[in-house]
């Protein structure tokens, strides 16, 4: 009996000596991914604006999507997102991008405005030039001394 006893404790010993050691290569684990994974964002952000600029815009978006899988939380990607998918000519995509950039943002009318003006844009290339009015006149509420605002404006009358 004396030795089943001890086989017993031996064993949930060595059961719980197992799952401790386990639980620790987990933690470690986790803590180096959340580490890289806002690295890595802000990276193929980078990677993407830089293609952007470059007028490579298949790749910008191709670095927009690994940047989004990293972190749905930065206006500055959904804003980056959108004007890429204007340019591809995916109107759907850059409007879902740019209200979601909208829904981000910081109450910064500066930026709102120019989120608003890209929103306007793929209106006017959708030629819903009613709705592109909308959102270049919320561009000059929002900021009406800016070279944005006045560009809205012209645009706005000469249609």
Partial sequence: ????????????????????????????????????????????????????NQELFDSAYFYCQKSYKKDSQNWELFYLFGKTAIKMERYEIAENNLFQALSLCTNDNVLRAKIYYALGEVEELRRNSHVAKQHYLMVIQLDNTSSLAKSAYKKINSQ
């Fill in 1 to 52: 009996m004396r030795k089943i006893l001890l086989l017993i404790a031996i064993i949930a010993c060595l059961f719980l000596s197992c799952s401790s050691q386990v639980e620790t290569i987990k933690v470690e684990l986790k803590q180096p991914q959340s580490q890289n994974s806002i690295t890595s964002s802000e990276v193929f952000l980078q990677k993407a604006s830089s293609f952007y």
